[in-house]
């Protein structure tokens, strides 16, 4: 089966610090990465992707780098806000199935 | 503005009752999904459908069953609650071009 990992539960930052929040793939055959962003009582909602013959791609604020070497993904957000505190899960779709796989998603905490 | 409608935001259940959890798109997307959230654990899939009356099980289905009788809705029916059902359900829908999937707020379930 798929398996979509997360380095760390939880990150704590400094607002206005940077923020790395990182993550693991298992398959090779996955055609777009996604980062999506949930805030308490709501749904995830899609942030950035990223397609497998890509290795970087920039968003507002955001960036995602991904290393098919070591099957890693990294969202990198910028002078974090605090509301950018939420859960951020990575999500990775195979280039065939209908099918999303979600990491476990890492609680993004930013100090005042 | 894309709108994933979940029938209930919280719901409190009595063991062995059954429980229908409605999901509603308008976006005319022809898969629809529904996933429970619990802590550390992230998304895990119990079902989707890639069409109107079709059905595939997911990761753990276990104890679920579906419905999909219109393209724009999909309902999760857990026919006898128990309370390791207690959980956070999402429901999403994906075009099966676009990247990401949409999903609604979610339904926080209680099972007692």
């Known amino acids: 089966g798929e398996s979509v990992g997360l380095h760390l539960p939880t990150l704590s930052v400094q607002e206005g610090d940077n923020s790395i929040i990182n993550c693991a793939y298992s398959?090779?055959?996955?055609?777009?990465f996604i980062w999506y962003k949930q805030e308490s009582g709501k749904g995830p909602q899609f942030i950035i992707d990223?397609?497998?013959?890509?290795d970087k791609r920039q968003g507002q604020r955001v960036t995602v780098l991904l290393n098919k070497t070591v099957k890693h993904l990294s969202l990198q957000i910028a002078a974090t806000q605090p509301g950018d505190s939420a859960v951020y899960f990575c999500?990775?779709?195979?280039?065939?199935?209908?099918?999303?796989?979600f990491g476990t998603g890492t609680s993004l905490t930013v100090i005042p | 503005d894309v709108k994933v409608t979940q029938s209930s935001r919280y719901l409190v259940k009595r063991t062995g009752e059954k429980v229908f959890l409605e999901c509603v798109q308008d976006?005319?997307?022809?898969?629809m999904f529904w996933y429970r959230q619990d802590p550390g654990l992230g998304l895990r899939l119990i079902y989707f459908?890639?069409?109107?009356?079709?059905?595939e099980k997911g990761d753990i289905p276990e104890g679920y069953s579906v419905s999909r009788e219109k393209k724009e809705r999909f309902s999760l029916i857990l026919e006898s609650a128990s309370t390791n059902q207690t959980s956070m359900y999402l429901c999403?829908?994906?075009?099966?071009?676009?990247?990401?999937?949409?999903f609604g707020q979610g339904t926080r379930l209680t099972v007692v």
């Open positions: 999500a990775e779709r195979p280039n065939t199935g209908n099918q999303f796989y």
């Open positions: 398959n090779s055959a996955s055609d777009y």
């Open positions: 990223i397609r497998s013959n890509m």
């Open positions: 976006m005319d997307h022809e898969n």
């Open positions: 459908s890639y069409d109107v009356k079709m059905k």
């Open positions: 999403a829908h994906w075009s099966g071009t676009d990247t990401e999937a949409f």
